[in-house]
């Protein structure tokens, strides 16, 4: 890897199921300057010619101490994987290294903002929140919550389809997340909750139609509360197919989920919904948000953002983020997305098939399509 000026993005795990797509798209944007990394130099190596060379191969392991140098001449790393600890974002803001996370992991990205000093110290931008969920559901929640010139209360809903093509690490996420326990604000105050329980009706339009979907462990439940300062704020999830949904509740319910608790088993759902795919390859996310007008009034608003495939959706949204970080004079520190842009910036990037339908309260109402 050839080091001069910063200017070049390493993805780290770039030649999986997301980091793939933000590598390709990139590589068409800055082409030889994108790095696919991985522990598999062979695997990068491969991806690397299936690309025409846009995109370079880098052997990277972040569970070992970065060699000296190995980060000369970056100016982005973009993490595609799960982390515990927070090493690598220490080297890249230490560098002056800008750092995107691709990540649902909440305990993780709040251990990231803890850096906020160091990032502001060394002109470092961390942005987090990148994707579908996080990522696009903090944006709707952004939205909605200034249509409404402040919102009380925000409720975040998530449809999948079970047909699309998941990644691995996205599947372990969610079978290991089935039964979890976590907390989520209510007026203020943390109280805890355990996925797939307290369920809801959404109506995702568009030909989905109503779903019932129930609490899950998304991190923009964790940061909005923070960054909108809205008093309570929750994620809800569900499949496109009713019928899977209600069986993971049921699974909930009657404690059924322990058994994921054994390896063997957790390895064979996961190898089953990896294979296995049952239904389309739509995907919805929602927000809905309540507040109070000057008169006192009760209002709502809903934001509404459909398409297909949520694996692709989630690559453009990281890749159109990170265009923005490159050349961005925002000051260093840790942001999340909806502390450093908004839908508009963010839909121009991804295409005529992400549709936004926003709608308000009865007595208003107003309705946007980006993409046309």
Same mark, same amino acid.
């Given at each position: *890897?050839?080091?001069?000026?910063?200017?070049?993005?390493?993805?780290?795990?770039?030649?999986?199921?997301?980091?793939?797509?933000? $590598?390709?798209?990139?590589?068409?944007?800055?082409?030889?300057?994108?790095?696919?990394?991985?522990?598999?130099?062979?695997?990068?190596?491969?991806?690397?010619?299936?690309?025409?060379?846009?995109?370079?191969?880098?052997?990277?392991?972040?569970?070992?101490?970065?060699?000296?140098?190995?980060?000369?001449?970056?100016?982005?790393?973009?993490? $595609?994987?799960?982390?515990?600890?927070?090493?690598?974002?220490? /080297? $890249?803001?230490?560098?002056?290294?800008?750092?995107?996370?691709?990540?649902?992991?909440?305990?993780?990205?709040?251990?990231?903002?803890?850096?906020?000093?160091?990032?502001?110290?060394?002109?470092?931008?961390?942005?987090?929140?990148?994707?579908?969920?996080?990522?696009?559901?903090?944006?709707?929640?952004?939205?909605?919550?200034?249509?409404?010139?402040?919102?009380?209360? #925000?409720?975040?809903?998530?449809?999948?389809?079970?047909?699309?093509?998941?990644?691995?690490?996205?599947?372990?996420?969610?079978?290991?997340?089935?039964?979890?326990?976590?907390?989520?604000?209510?007026?203020?105050?943390?109280?805890?909750?355990?996925?797939?329980?307290?369920?809801?009706?959404?109506?995702?339009?568009?030909?989905?139609?109503?779903?019932?979907?129930?609490?899950?462990?998304?991190?923009?439940?964790?940061?909005?509360?923070?960054?909108?300062?809205?008093?309570?704020?929750?994620?809800?999830? $569900?499949?496109?197919?009713?019928?899977?949904?209600?069986?993971?509740?049921?699974?909930?319910?009657?404690?059924?989920?322990?058994?994921?608790?054994?390896?063997?088993?957790?390895?064979?759902?996961?190898?089953?919904?990896?294979?296995?795919?049952?239904?389309?390859?739509?995907?919805?996310?929602?927000?809905?948000?309540?507040?109070?007008?000057?008169?006192?009034?009760?209002?709502?608003? /809903?934001?509404?953002?459909?398409?297909?495939?949520?694996?692709?959706?989630?690559?453009?949204?990281?890749?159109?983020?990170?265009?923005?970080?490159?050349?961005?004079?925002?000051?260093?520190?840790?942001?999340?997305? /909806?502390?450093?842009?908004?839908?508009?910036?963010?839909?121009?990037?991804?295409?005529?098939? #992400?549709?936004?339908?926003?709608?308000?309260?009865? *007595?208003? /109402?107003?309705?946007?399509?980006?993409?046309?």
């Amino acid at each position: *890897m050839e080091m001069h000026k910063k200017e070049d993005i390493v993805v780290v795990g770039g030649y999986g199921h997301v980091g793939s797509t933000i $590598c390709r798209i990139l590589g068409e944007r800055y082409p030889g300057k994108v790095y696919a990394a991985g522990r598999r130099l062979d695997r990068a190596e491969r991806f690397s010619r299936s690309t025409g060379g846009k995109v370079k191969p880098l052997q990277l392991d972040i569970r070992k101490p970065l060699p000296p140098g190995r980060l000369d001449g970056v100016k982005l790393m973009i993490t $595609c994987l799960e982390q515990i600890d927070t090493g690598l974002v220490h /080297e $890249c803001l230490r560098s002056g290294i800008h750092y995107i996370d691709v990540t649902a992991n909440g305990a993780f990205l709040e251990k990231v903002e803890q850096h906020k000093d160091e990032a502001a110290a060394y002109g470092a931008i961390a942005l987090l929140s990148v994707g579908l969920a996080p990522g696009l559901t903090n944006l709707l929640a952004l939205e909605a919550h200034r249509k409404l010139g402040g919102a009380e209360r #925000i409720e975040l809903a998530i449809m999948l389809g079970q047909g699309d093509a998941h990644g691995q690490a996205a599947i372990e996420w969610t079978v290991e997340n089935m039964g979890a326990r976590f907390k989520v604000m209510e007026n203020r105050q943390q109280v805890k909750v355990r996925s797939f329980t307290d369920g809801k009706t959404f109506d995702f339009g568009g030909g989905i139609g109503r779903r019932r979907a129930y609490r899950f462990p998304f991190s923009d439940q964790q940061a909005l509360p923070r960054t909108l300062e809205v008093p309570s704020v929750s994620t809800r999830f $569900c499949l496109d197919s009713a019928i899977v949904t209600g069986l993971l509740a049921v699974a909930g319910k009657t404690g059924m989920v322990r058994l994921l608790q054994v390896g063997w088993i957790r390895r064979l759902i996961v190898r089953s919904l990896k294979l296995l795919r049952f239904g389309g390859d739509r995907f919805a996310v929602k927000a809905e948000a309540w507040g109070r007008s000057q008169e006192g009034r009760t209002e709502s608003a /809903e934001c509404l953002i459909r398409g297909r495939n949520q694996s692709d959706a989630t690559a453009q949204v990281a890749a159109a983020a990170a265009a923005m970080v490159m050349n961005s004079a925002m000051p260093g520190g840790v942001y999340h997305m /909806e502390q450093f842009t908004d839908l508009s910036g963010i839909l121009k990037e991804l295409g005529p098939d #992400i549709a936004l339908d926003v709608r308000l309260s009865p *007595m208003r /109402e107003e309705r946007v399509r980006y993409g046309d």
